[in-house]
Nanobody, 122 residues
Framework: QVRLVESGGGLVQTGGSLRLSCAAS????????MGWYRQAPGKQREMVAT???????LYADSVKGRFTISRDNAKNTVSLQMNSLKPEDTAVYYC????????????????WGQGTQITVSS
């Protein structure tokens, strides 16, 4: 069974740092685009950062200069280093990965993690 598992969530004060990690497991042929999304209470889910299999990263304007996304293709993992955190960053963060599987048939499919809570206190 293919799944994504996030880790690294928690409580941090304004200006602090956290690092999120996401590991894809299962019968995966390859990982294409991977990324992080977040959803705050009462708001829609939004893209935070994405990274292609070639390492090209894209960030939301609100996190540029503060967050850094990276990946390890050999391990099918993606990470998000979050620095200079603000209360506005408080949300549930979700890992997303476009994964290629070949059993029972070839298919590229988006997968989502269960989410991890990030709370930034004032």
């Amino acid at each position: 069974q293919v799944r994504l598992v996030e880790s690294g969530g928690g409580l941090v004060q304004t200006g602090g740092s956290l690092r999120l990690s996401c590991a894809a497991s299962g019968s995966i042929f390859s990982a294409n685009d991977m990324g992080w999304y977040r959803q705050a209470p009462g708001k829609q889910r939004e893209m935070v950062a994405t990274i292609t299999s070639g390492g090209i990263a894209l960030y939301a304007d609100s996190v540029k200069g503060r967050f850094t996304i990276s990946r390890d293709n050999a391990k099918n993992t993606v990470s998000l280093q979050m620095n200079s955190l603000k209360p506005e960053d408080t949300a549930v963060y979700y890992c997303k990965a476009d994964l290629r599987t070949i059993a029972p048939m070839w298919r590229d499919t988006p997968y989502w993690g269960q989410g991890t809570q990030i709370t930034v206190s004032s």
